[in-house]
């Protein structure tokens, strides 16, 4: 899966970058998809979107403000929550995090593997958080001490 | 090669931001504050999230939603924690103090490809 980073310039703030990612051949983000998928939860799409507005502006990335370890170990995907909505994300520290997509958590179950809509929205950003990873351990992104970004050239494989 | 681009969100995305109330920012906000003022005041106990639920007794996934920043707490609630911390409730309310991100170096001047 091929994408485009996307920093989204009303969210991010003092604090904090807001990055997204845009698949290749799409026009929104994986947010803004996520979102528009999810509308239905009106009250804790709103509530995501105050949240990651108020952590870019005053708060950071706070450790605790997401649940960790919802991936592979040491993957750094982790999950923002309201209510039964999951937004999965890829956590680097209190000034960087991508964001992908997501969707409700029954609450009948306990891990996203049992559900597939939810599944298949986090092995996305399961593939998504690798191929991050791989760039940043590479030096193909350069994490700067403010958290924005150093690009340099990335050619997918 | 990958683009890097900076911009606003569209769509739906962006009408919802539109309808958000400074009220129901604000209220977002004090809830994140007070859960941010929660853990740092933990962390400086050098407490784990299970040894802070151990003082009420909670269990520890119900302190890890605290942290999470979207309870409504109740004064009783904050009376509680205000007491196992040690501090006046007022200190739960303070502005918080910057996190420190970690350090990153800098590995190459190649320009950012950037596109609006």
Redesign the interface.
């Known amino acids: 899966m091929d994408?485009?980073?996307?920093?989204?310039?009303?969210?991010s703030g003092e604090?904090a970058h807001v990055y997204s990612v845009?698949p290749e051949g799409c026009d929104?983000?994986l947010?803004?998809q996520f979102?528009?998928d999810n509308?239905e939860y009106?009250s804790d799409?709103?509530?995501i979107?105050?949240?990651l507005?108020?952590?870019g502006h005053?708060?950071?990335f706070?450790r605790?403000?997401?649940?960790h370890n919802e991936g592979s170990l040491g993957d750094g995907m982790a999950v923002l929550?309201?209510g039964q909505l999951r937004l999965y994300c890829l956590y680097?520290?209190?000034?960087?995090v991508f964001f992908g997509s997501g969707g409700y958590k029954p609450p009948e179950i306990h891990a996203y593997q049992e559900d597939a809509k939810l599944n298949a929205k986090a092995q996305q950003m399961r593939q998504i958080a690798q191929k991050i990873n791989e760039?940043v351990k590479n030096?193909d992104i350069?994490?700067?001490?403010?958290?924005s970004?150093?690009?340099?050239?990335?050619?997918?494989d | 090669m990958i683009r890097f681009i900076k911009r606003k969100s569209t769509g739906v995305m962006a009408e919802i931001f539109n309808t958000i109330t400074p009220e129901e920012m604000q209220i977002t906000g004090n809830k994140m504050l007070v859960a941010a003022n929660i853990a740092d005041l933990m962390e400086s106990k050098g407490w784990t999230p299970a040894q802070f639920a151990e003082k009420f007794p909670k269990t520890e996934d119900e302190i890890l939603q605290w942290l999470e920043g979207q309870t409504d707490f109740d004064i009783d609630t904050l009376t509680q924690i205000s007491l196992v911390l040690g501090v006046d409730i007022q200190r739960l309310f303070a502005p918080v103090k910057d996190t420190k991100p970690k350090k990153n170096k800098r590995m190459s001047n190649k320009k950012l490809v950037l596109a609006e």
Request: net charge neutral; glycine share 6%.
């Open positions: 994408f485009d980073i996307v920093e989204m310039a009303d969210y604090k845009v929104k983000t947010l803004e979102v528009e509308i009106g799409v709103k509530n979107q105050k949240k507005y108020q952590m005053y708060y950071g706070r605790y403000f997401f649940k929550k309201s680097f520290d209190n000034t960087v760039a030096k350069v994490i700067e001490n403010d958290g970004l150093t690009i340099n050239n990335w050619d997918y």
